[in-house]
């Protein structure tokens, strides 16, 4: 099972939007609407940010949105913030009933 | 509190074995999926396996398909993951994470495996 292609990196300066993208095939992210996404800051934890292509958890800032057009998903921060600095990982169920993370992406606030 | 507590991590040589378990407390264990996550240093996230809630059904990833067996013990609210011929790239932080609906929504500090000679 192949990762699913991120960019390894993406920037932005406080206050602009920014989008991540989350490329799969027909058998990942293309099959399914279970794609969630991941936020892990330097030396932590991964923490749900995203589930089921666009839902957001309970904590998690409305600024983050998610949504999926064929087999390609996408994560996109608005009214960005230092905090927001980190890795981001997607993540899709698959048609092999197993998962498969993204290669993640580094978002620098510049 | 959901709290996901692994240990069992170590130093060990290429062909070794290796049993990690994940204590859970402050919700019912014995409810939900769970799952084993790694990530290699400076690396990223990979799936290795998950297991049902009554333990009935597992999963793998390709990688660690017929070297590492996910199972679990509610009455003991743990996970394991048991680790056989390792090999270098094996290295990695291993961590557990509640499972079910298709997210992960708590994860474990994480243990540290590391694989050398």
């Known amino acids: 099972q192949s990762a699913l292609t991120q960019p390894a990196s993406v920037s932005g300066s406080p206050g602009q ?5 989350c490329t799969g095939t027909s058998s990942d992210v293309g099959a399914y609407n279970y794609v969630s996404w991941y936020q892990q800051h330097p030396g932590k934890v991964p923490r749900l940010m995203i589930y089921d292509v666009s839902n957001r958890p309970s904590g998690v800032s409305n600024r983050f949105s998610g949504s999926k057009s064929g087999n390609t998903a996408s994560l996109t921060i608005s009214g960005l913030q230092a905090e927001d600095e980190g890795d981001y990982y997607c993540r899709s169920y698959t048609t092999s009933s197993n998962y498969v993370f993204g290669t993640g992406t580094t978002v620098t606030v510049l | 509190e959901v709290q996901l507590v692994e240990s069992g991590g170590g130093l060990l040589q290429p062909g070794g074995s290796l049993r990690l378990s994940c204590v859970a407390s402050g919700f019912t264990f014995s409810t ?8 290699a240093p400076g690396k990223g996230l990979v799936w290795l396996s998950e297991v049902r809630s009554d333990g009935s059904v597992t999963n793998y990833a390709d990688s660690v398909k017929g070297r590492f067996t996910i199972s679990r013990d509610n009455a003991k609210n743990t996970l394991y993951l048991q680790m056989n011929s390792l090999r270098a790239e094996d290295t990695a932080v291993y ?8 997210r992960n929504d708590y994860w474990g500090q ?3 495996v590391t694989v050398s000679s």
């Open chain 1, 17 to 21: 939007s920014i989008t991540i993208s």
């Open chain 2, 32 to 39: 939900y999926w769970m799952e084993w996550v790694r990530q």
């Open chain 2, 95 to 102: 961590y557990c994470a509640r499972g079910g609906y298709f």
């Open chain 2, 110 to 112: 994480g243990t540290l």
